[in-house]
């Protein structure tokens, strides 16, 4: 089965859970993949309608005189104050946000995936999960890529005991997506052929200023080796994990995803990466996308 653009759209909008969720999004026309998830700058030019650089224009943000707020970009700080900011003046709730992140990064590895596998199958994506929030929106996306027509593994070294977390996981399960707590081998993965690996390790609240504590930096090294060996599309969501959020790959890792994707606004490290960049989770109320030098339309 592999759906083309527009029966994948009336198939899904045949479904409750998706017609409330775009209503947050704007998603109610065919076209609404390219509006909720922006491609930005360093994309071709055909698609490209968010150019991360002309933010630049954006004015002054009143939050404070720091410069990165003046570009459209994020620092750590910021954007931790910003989530903060989002649960508690309009009252978005954690699950509200999640569901959104997570629905963007399905979105943006079913633009960068496209439809099936070779030989009819349907295309492999392995969702490598961390500990916090950002493992969480790649919990969410599995769930929506398998309703994409996707074939779904996850991977959760350290599953939260956090009951939002629990039923994350237990809506998976329900999916009929596998569930692991460590990688799959070399020898695992050669059988079962991964075409994306989506590293939802670490987001905005890495410490870059600690070495990757394990599992994680064992579990980093697998997906490069994925990445380089089974030649895998490696998509990272928010930041790409053990980069710090401002600087970047400071400590050498040399973890190059192919592809990013930013939610609400790209970080400080972001203009360092030189792949394909996706700005996803555009929904801030304008007071908020302004005060904060968010530019939130294409
Ligand atoms: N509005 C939005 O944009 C939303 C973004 N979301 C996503 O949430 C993350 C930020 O989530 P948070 O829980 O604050 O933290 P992280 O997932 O980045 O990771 C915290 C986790 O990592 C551990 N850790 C930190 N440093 C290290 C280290 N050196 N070695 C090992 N482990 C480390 C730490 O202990 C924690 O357990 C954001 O980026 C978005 O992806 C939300 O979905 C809400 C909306
Ligand atoms: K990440």
Not at 26 to 40: D, E, N, Q
Not at 177 to 185: E, G, K
Not at 202 to 224: C, H, L, N, Q, W
């Amino acid at each position: 089965f592999t759906p083309t653009l527009s029966t994948l759209w009336s198939k899904l909008l045949t479904r409750r859970h998706f017609v409330l969720t775009t209503s947050s999004f704007s998603l109610l026309l065919p076209s609404a993949l390219s509006h909720s998830v922006c491609p930005s700058s360093s994309i071709t030019a055909k698609t490209s309608s968010f150019d991360i650089a002309k933010t630049s224009s954006l004015p002054a943000s009143k939050h404070s005189t720091d410069m990165s707020l003046q570009t459209g970009y994020l620092n750590a700080r910021d954007a931790a104050a910003l989530d903060a900011e989002l649960m508690s003046t309009p009252g978005f709730s954690l699950e509200q946000l999640m569901e959104l992140a997570g629905l963007a990064v399905a979105e943006a590895v079913y633009l960068v995936g496209g439809e099936g596998g070779g030989g009819g199958r349907k295309k492999r994506v392995l969702l490598v999960c961390g500990p916090g929030n950002n493992g969480g929106d790649g919990l969410v996306a599995a769930r929506h890529l398998v309703h994409f027509g996707f074939d779904a593994t996850i991977v959760y070294p350290k599953p939260s005991s956090k009951p939002h977390f629990v039923n994350l996981v237990k809506q998976c399960e329900d999916m009929n997506i596998p569930v692991l707590l460590a990688m799959p081998s070399e020898v695992d993965a050669e059988q079962n052929k991964y075409d994306i690996i989506v590293d939802a390790i670490f987001g905005f609240s890495f410490d870059s200023t600690s070495k990757i504590r394990e599992p994680f930096a064992t579990v980093i090294s697998k997906m490069i080796q994925l990445q380089k060996n089974q030649n895998a599309t490696l998509i990272s969501v928010d930041v790409p994990s053990g980069w710090d959020v401002d600087g970047g790959d400071l400590t050498g890792l040399n973890f190059h995803p192919d592809v990013l994707i930013s939610l609400t606004a790209p970080k400080m490290s972001a203009k360092k990466f030189l792949g394909r960049h996706f700005v996803g989770g555009r929904f801030l109320p304008p007071v908020i996308a302004e005060k904060y030098g968010v530019q939130v339309s294409c």
